[in-house]
């Protein structure tokens, strides 16, 4: 075999993503914006990959998390949104079809109060373009042949990777700190690491497809759905290019009729009939699939210094929309922990632990819902319902009505708040002093400028770059000022037992109502960038008393991380020495 010594690349690295998909290169991004040196490589041939095909729908809380990251503009640009959608039976308005969809505009305070429908290829793009523009490429057709760990615990880069060109045939080996397996369902990664990959797949079949159409379907460019009598809930989606996602049900009857061999006309054919009565005309057809529906799901997410995300450890139906998405939770949650370990600031045992207890718990939700979903879809009674009359279509209509469905799904009900037990979302002793709790998501709310007045968000405020942000919502402080001083004295403490602060850490001040200054406000130097809590809208939203104040210690990836009072002496130290060194 041809080798090399002269890699493409600076050798060693902190970390090598197999997979230059949204998730790899997701993860890539993070890692070289918070400091680090990661490989991405994809063995495929993606920088001439047609557009074609794949995920297509961003829900809210993955916009919020893609924006905070500074990631969402180059994708609204491309994408198609929508807040709403019509679901039609027998041509007329009904009930059900994508409930969760309609109407995203009443879910909380996001700003992000909408769908993003762009096919995979294009988000791919954009995040490889800022790869790029961070001096990190990926590596198209390079494939890794395998790897070893050290035993040695003093080295530093312990895993050895053999990576392959697949146009030279050049093989180069790469000395890395941890490996990353973002390929797929089919992840060489985790088959080689001897991770078990546990599940199910049904008898079910869906056919889905990416046309440009004319119809007289009414707002064809909303979110819609047929419930069909004879293909199911068929998707009716808008994507880029003045393009329509087409998904409907493979069912037994149309097994019969044409086996596992559908071509392009037939898919065609079928999607006329599943929106009748709507009229259906294909200008042209880019591309067509039928596959399989089932759950499956790593049993580890991390092993030893072996770590998956996204597809190549959970796989689940499109049915809502839950792949690409999940797996922008998994590269979200991972890449701080992952970049703090690296730097040497973080303890690899619990952060590394915390990633494979939160996405677990959270990825066996979207598993547990989608055998619930992908089964209802289909036109079957999953063991949920085996004691109901009513039929599939009624129930799925009932299943996606649930509130706490649609927040779930929609990714802003997705917390870690019930992963215990968590020194990462670490619950104060005491009464509390907040409503918002450890593990979830961080609320938003609009704030104002000092002397400007302009307003901004609070999200827009807090960017994820990695480190962690002190939140001081500090009252009115005429009030609140002999707490305030009692937090500058932990402040203060805390920064000298922690010299590397700034690399970890960032502080934001709230103040509630107007005034000529921060620290004419404050009595006192602010800490950090200061904003005004004009309505006390902030502090209403993470349930802060304007009278007693408190700090909000939130994770980079925009989760609470701990809620203290201003009077707490010790609490910053306590939280972040249980898992930084």
């Known amino acids: 075999m041809p ?87 027998h041509g007329n308005l009904a009930p059900g079809g994508l409930v969760f969809a309609y109407g995203m505009d009443k879910h909380g305070e996001t700003s992000c109060d909408f769908a993003l429908h762009l096919r995979q290829r294009l988000t791919e793009r954009a995040f490889e373009h800022e790869l790029a523009k961070l001096h990190q490429p990926v590596l198209h057709l390079h494939q890794l042949e395998g790897w070893t760990e050290s035993v040695d615990p003093a080295d530093p880069y312990p895993v050895v990777c053999v ?29 080689t690491a001897g991770i078990p990959f546990e599940g199910e797949r049904s008898a079910s079949k869906w056919i889905r497809m990416d046309a ?44 019969e009729k044409y086996g596992d061999q559908v071509t392009a006309e037939i898919a065609m054919e079928e999607a006329k009939k599943a929106v009748a009565p709507f009229s259906l005309e294909f200008v042209t057809l880019d591309w067509h699939t039928l596959y399989g529906i089932g759950q499956c799901m790593a049993t580890t ?85 085996a004691h109901r009359t009513e039929s599939p279509r009624d129930l ?4 996606f009505d649930n509130s706490r469905v649609q927040a779930f799904t929609l990714g802003l009900g997705v917390g870690y708040e019930s ?32 002397g400007t007045h302009e307003l901004t968000r609070l999200h827009r405020v807090l960017r994820n770059t990695g480190r962690f942000h002190i939140v001081v919502f ?32 960032t502080y934001t001040t709230l103040i509630v109502g107007q005034g000529i200054g921060a620290a004419e406000s404050l009595g006192q130097q602010p800490w950090g960038m200061t904003w005004f809590d004009h309505s006390a809208a902030a502090h209403t939203a993470y349930g802060i008393d304007v009278v007693a104040g408190a700090v909000v210690v939130l994770r980079p ?25």
């Open 212 to 255: 440009l159409v004319k119809t007289n379907m009414p707002n064809s460019r909303m979110l819609n759905s047929v419930q069909s009598d004879t293909h199911g809930l068929v998707l009716f989606c808008p994507i880029d290019e003045g393009k329509t996602r087409i998904g409907y049900v493979y069912n037994d009857s149309l097994k």
């Open 301 to 385: 997410f991390v092993q030893d210094r072996v770590i998956l995300v996204g597809d190549a450890c959970h796989t689940h139906s499109s049915g809502s929309a839950q792949g690409l998405n999940t797996g922008s939770h998994d590269a979200i949650n991972l890449g701080w922990k992952l970049a703090l370990i690296c730097k040497g600031l973080g303890m690899a045992d619990i952060l590394l632990d915390s990633y494979n207890q939160e996405r677990k718990s959270s990825v066996q939700q979207v598993v547990d819902n989608d055998r619930i979903i992908a089964t209802l879809i289909s036109g079957h009674l999953p063991p949920k319902f």
């Open 396 to 399: 799925l209509t009932e299943w």
């Open 419 to 450: 992963v215990t037990p968590s020194v990462i979302n670490r619950t104060a002793v005491g009464p509390p002093i907040a409503t918002i709790k450890p593990g979830e998501r961080a609320a938003d709310a609009t704030i104002s400028r000092i």
């Open 3 to 89: 080798h090399s010594t002269q890699p493409p690349f600076v050798d060693p690295v902190d970390v090598v993503v197999v997979g230059g998909g949204p998730i790899g290169t997701l993860l890539g991004v993070q890692l070289a914006k918070f400091g680090c040196r990661p490989l991405v490589i994809e063995k495929d041939d993606k920088a001439n990959a047609p557009v074609y095909g794949r995920a297509t729908t961003l829900w809210p809380r993955t916009l919020e998390m893609y924006d905070q990251l500074d990631l969402l503009d180059p994708l609204l640009a491309m994408g198609v949104i929508s807040q709403t959608g019509m679901n039609f039976r």
């Open 474 to 505: 500090a009252g009115t402080p005429s009030i609140t000022k002999d707490g305030l001083t009692s937090f500058r004295m932990e402040s203060d403490a805390f920064t000298k037992l922690y010299p590397r602060h700034d690399e970890v850490l």
């Open 163 to 191: 990576v392959r060109n697949l146009v030279s045939g050049l093989t180069y080996r790469v000395k890395t700190r941890y490996l990353v397996g973002a390929d797929g369902g089919k992840s060489f990664v985790r088959k």
């Open 557 to 581: 990836d925009g989760h609470v991380g701990t809620v203290i009072g201003l009077d707490d002496r010790g609490a910053l130290s306590n939280y972040f020495g249980a898992f930084l060194h």
